[in-house]
């Protein structure tokens, strides 16, 4: 796996994202390895026209945070959105990481760890969940392959 130095990652809390998952992985590993499984498939349907390999993890919130939640445990949140929808990010006992800010641009995010998200709301949606498993599927495949 290719080591990234510092001031190539963008997201919110690189700094920290530093725990460990069972394969020893850290959020940044898992960074490096879903910005090659990250695609127009995985991305939210009404944001599709605008993704992009340069802007990679637009519409990946969700379904990202989701799945990181299931290897790290922890809860997710969402930051409401002037749409009326939330972007979503990671907290594993006070490691705040937020692997999909970078669709933002330099937009400052406030990550209060107010409104808890919740999988069985989110994935009531079909398109949802279908994205998140076949993101899923693609990670484990990835991680297969190392």
């Known amino acids: 796996m290719e080591n990234k130095t510092a001031d190539k990652y963008g997201f919110y809390g690189w700094q920290n994202a530093c725990i ?5 992985l850290t959020p940044r590993d898992y960074y490096d390895i879903l ?5 127009a498939e995985t991305c939210a349907p009404r944001m599709r026209a605008d993704w992009s390999k340069e802007n ?6 969700s379904i990202t945070a989701f799945l ?5 445990g922890g809860k ?3 930051i409401p959105l002037h749409d009326g929808g939330y972007h979503l990010y990671n ?3 006070g490691c705040v990481f937020d692997l999909t800010s970078e669709q933002f641009g330099g937009v400052k995010l406030k ?4 409104n808890e ?3 069985e709301i989110h994935f009531q949606k079909e398109e949802k969940r279908l994205r998140y498993e076949h993101l899923r599927a693609e990670l484990m495949k990835a991680l297969e392959d190392k």
Do not use: H
């Open 35 to 39: 910005s090659d499984v990250w695609c």
């Open 68 to 72: 990181m939640q299931d290897i790290y």
């Open 76 to 78: 997710v949140y969402g």
């Open 56 to 61: 990679k993890t637009l519409g990946q919130c």
């Open 111 to 114: 990550y209060d760890n107010e």
């Open 20 to 24: 460990k998952d069972e394969r020893g």
């Open 91 to 93: 907290n594993v006992n």
């Open 117 to 119: 998200q919740f999988r």
